[in-house]
């Protein structure tokens, strides 16, 4: 008579517990479209990067010539911009950062 019952009880359990399409598909999809995304994202050319050449003193006259040459080689047609800045050079010295205006 209890292995009736114990029987009886898993059934019960079993069919209330939910089915996989009764769950919710929204979070999956959401999941999918993010992950989508960072694949487009990661085949896409950068559009910010340091210019090769590092830390320099004569980026003044420079930068912007060396941006539009790594852009071409990187396959870059936007409108560049250039940037510079002392990052972790020493006093005095300087990097290149380039960027696709948006």
Known sequence: MLSKFFILGLAAIGTAMPSPADEDTTQTLEAFESADNLLIDARAPPTKWEAKGGCRTDWGGNCL??????????????????????????LGWCVCDCFCKR
């Open 65 to 90: 010539n060396q941006c539009k040459k790594e852009a071409k080689q990187k396959g870059q047609t936007c409108k560049l911009g250039t940037h510079i800045w002392k990052s972790e050079c020493w």
